[in-house]
């Protein structure tokens, strides 16, 4: 899955673009094999704050669907891993409602 990273008060750097496509990218792209390759991308937003850690976002548009997951937590590879669930729960379920309507 392609990933399109975007930072906010963050520099991101390869160092967390790498991060961000192993615990993001390549876990959810085992779920979204039999889409397109074209529509196995991502846009993700990491937001540092000041106080309260990292926040990220994550958005994929599917047919019929699009998947959001929000988190935030205090270090970075923890928020990566919480987005990452959400979408994975939520491609899930789009999969499962998908195959009833086929079936």
Same mark, same amino acid.
């Given at each position: 899955?392609?990933?399109?990273?975007?930072?906010?008060?963050?520099?991101?750097?390869?160092?967390?673009?790498?991060?961000a496509?192993?615990?993001v990218?390549q /876990?959810?792209?085992?779920? %979204? +094999?039999?889409?397109?390759q074209?529509?196995?991308?991502?846009?993700?937003? &990491? =937001?540092?704050?000041?106080r309260?850690?990292?926040?990220?976002?994550?958005?994929?548009?599917?047919?019929?669907?699009?998947?959001?997951?929000?988190? /935030?937590?205090?270090?970075? %590879? +923890?928020?990566l891993?919480?987005?990452?669930?959400?979408?994975?729960?939520? &491609? =899930?379920?789009?999969?499962?409602?998908?195959?009833?309507?086929?079936?």
């Amino acid at each position: 899955m392609k990933l399109i990273i975007n930072g906010d008060n963050l520099d991101i750097n390869s160092k967390i673009k790498d991060l961000a496509q192993e615990h993001v990218g390549q /876990k959810i792209d085992k779920h %979204l +094999k039999n889409f397109d390759q074209g529509l196995r991308v991502g846009w993700l937003k &990491i =937001k540092k704050g000041v106080r309260w850690g990292f926040e990220a976002s994550l958005k994929i548009s599917l047919p019929k669907k699009e998947i959001f997951a929000k988190s /935030k937590e205090k270090e970075l %590879l +923890k928020t990566l891993i919480a987005v990452r669930n959400q979408a994975i729960k939520q &491609i =899930k379920e789009y999969k499962g409602k998908v195959n009833l309507k086929r079936g």
